[in-house]
């Protein structure tokens, strides 16, 4: 399956690029919490991904917005059991968003995605649309892994091509170059579902984008971890930020378990 962006889009992903680029992460500045078409939502996040942008970016520019209030962050308890850091917040129970307030402070893979545990407050509204804000959720995380796993193959690259060992660059060796295809051919194979998922936003299609953008990141992470060797895992090294938030979206929005399930379940 082949997905082409509009122009109006590839304009879209070079605005946010160059913003992100000049260290910039203000994204309000930019309108971004008045776009709503999902794959419009999938061009923002995959940049956001790109960049490794940190803050409740999925909460405040996706899915708050699909129920008509935001920015801030929230929670959709069972699968998103706790919010990330905001400066407010709110709680998904079936179709009823409440006002939150956060009652514990909890540990993070991610330091730059601190989680809070949040009590409900009062009704905010009832019968929202909380399927398919959920849904949005996914998609967008699914879209940010995708960015991130292209950030860590680019990043991966261009040390294989500067680093030298035995007299030449290490990209040089079969061995590596092997494992750089193998990340390439897995982030296009889950290119395709992330676009295409956000043009049916089925449950089905968004699980299986999910699961596809999991396993292609994680294997992204793994390779860039093993062919940056030790300065990989300092945290000094820009690579640390794309690890951590790969590990930490993996699981976000439900596990790579829970939508593989439900993706059986639609069969």
Known sequence: MMFTLSSEQTDLAGVLHGFLAAGRTDLGSLGLDEVTDPVDLVVVFEEVGHHAVPGPLIESLAVLPSLGSGPGSVAFPPHVPHAVEADRYFLVEGDTLH??????ELQSVDPSRRLVELSAGPV???????????DLGVLTC???LLGLGRAMLEMTTAHAKARVQFGKPVGQFQAVKHHLANVLVSLELARPLVFGAAVTMTPRDVSAAKVATSDAAWQAARVALQ?????????EHDLGRFLLQTRALRTAWGSPS?????VLEAL
């Open 99 to 104: 006002e939150a307030s956060p009652t514990a």
């Open 124 to 134: 905010v509204a009832t019968e929202v649309p909380a399927a398919r804000a959920f």
């Open 258 to 262: 829970m939508h593989r399930a439900r």
């Open 227 to 235: 062919v940056h060797g030790a300065i990989g895992y300092t945290s």
């Open 142 to 144: 699914a879209a940010q």
